[in-house]
């Protein structure tokens, strides 16, 4: 039988890319350098980026597509070639930014949120450059936070990547999957496609030149968190807790985390939130209503600083309400509260770095579950 490209192109229309439906033909996807020798086939097949979720699927139905409208005994040498630049490799991905802060809690509800975005704000407002990622995928809530809620994140094209450009308020840098999803609705994905838009965010995006950049991470432990230490060198992790005892116990979990020797992330500290209730109308009163200086206790028990304690006062909730946090404003308790926070990492941070060496990536290992 005599190949001719007509029959190839023929056969390579009745393949179609799931993404658009339409034919590799109609739509452009076949390059333009089909090589035809003998029974030998070797042509180029176009995708956007490396990464296209279909890229392998399209492939095996076109070379099946060749044998079954073609020849069965056809040889097909299909390369791939990609319009957008390769995405970087792990531990590459923010190469401008200087230090990458977890902030981890070991459960839900104890303010984790609450004190990043803080602690980012607090961070910009001290000078430094702030980048801050909300990694918390099925809870985001860092753009109620901000008052972005409305806000539409666009791409430029930069040296061969489409590349998204983060919001911009209070000087931090902020991204969030809350910026491209409905939020009333449920985010129900599966590990993978969480880790990937995770990925996305942080290597697909204009972050820049930064000081800091600012990790919310998700409550406990999660194929999240595996993700990001798997690609990102986190400089050392911020453990948010409540005073009382039922968070205390989930808080050394999260401290366990960081510490096995497998991740080896270094604990910068502690931040002990709602460490006690001040009224607006006695400000000199503490009422501990969660405990009493339980996190610092787990501090020293676990020899690792107390960063600050952050007192409940009840302009915190109506802050983070309506998109302004206390952080902004350094003349209240809270405001004060963070600012101090926000030294206390700078200085915990120049410690780690002038007696550590750089975290290293956590490599994919099969049993890593079972250690944590």
């Not at 230490?229 to 960081?258: C, E, F, H």
């Not at 339980?294 to 020293?300: M, Y």
Request: glycine fraction near 8%.
């Amino acid at each position: 039988m005599h190949l001719y490209p007509k029959l190839i192109t023929d056969a390579l229309a009745t393949v179609r890319y799931p993404g658009t439906g339409k034919n590799l033909v109609e739509a452009g996807m076949v390059e333009d350098d089909l090589r035809i020798d003998g029974m030998n086939v070797s042509f180029s097949l176009i995708f956007e980026k490396s990464t296209d979720p279909f890229l392998k699927s399209v492939v095996k139905a076109a070379e099946k597509a060749l044998l079954t409208y073609a020849s069965p005994d056809i040889k097909a040498d299909i390369r791939v070639k990609t319009i957008q630049a390769d995405r970087p490799e792990p531990g590459k991905m923010l190469p401008g930014v200087k230090n990458v802060i977890a902030v981890s809690s070991g459960k839900g509800g104890v303010g984790k949120s609450t004190v990043a975005a803080n602690l980012a704000v607090a961070l910009a407002a001290q000078g430094y450059k702030v980048g801050l990622l909300d990694a918390d995928i099925f809870g985001p809530s860092v753009p109620k936070m901000f008052h972005l809620e409305a806000e539409q994140i666009f791409a430029e094209m930069r040296e061969g990547r489409q590349m998204l450009i983060p919001a911009m308020k209070y000087g931090v840098k902020i991204l969030s999957i809350g910026f491209f999803v409905n939020p009333d609705t449920a985010t129900l994905w599966r590990g993978g496609m969480a880790s990937n838009a995770l990925k996305q965010l942080v290597a697909d995006a204009l972050w820049e030149d930064l000081d800091y950049f600012i990790l919310d991470t998700p409550p406990g432990t999660s194929d999240i968190h595996l993700t990001l230490l798997q690609n990102l060198a986190i400089t050392g992790a911020v453990i948010v807790s409540t005073p009382q005892n039922v968070a205390l116990a989930d808080a050394r979990k999260g401290i366990d985390m960081y510490r096995n020797e497998k991740v080896n992330v270094p604990i910068l500290g502690l931040v002990e939130n709602m460490a006690w209730f001040t009224p607006a109308e006695l400000p000199d009163h503490k009422y501990y209503l969660f405990g009493r200086e339980g996190v610092k206790r787990l501090a020293e028990e676990m020899q690792v600083p107390l960063l600050g304690q952050i007192p409940i006062v009840q302009s915190i909730c109506e802050s983070g309400d309506e998109g302004e946090p206390v952080a902004v404003n350094a003349d209240t308790m809270t405001g004060q509260a963070f600012r101090q926070l926000a030294q206390a990492v700078v200085e915990a941070t120049e410690r780690r770095n002038s007696a550590l060496p750089p975290t290293g990536l956590v490599e994919t290992k099969k049993y890593f579950f079972r250690l944590l």
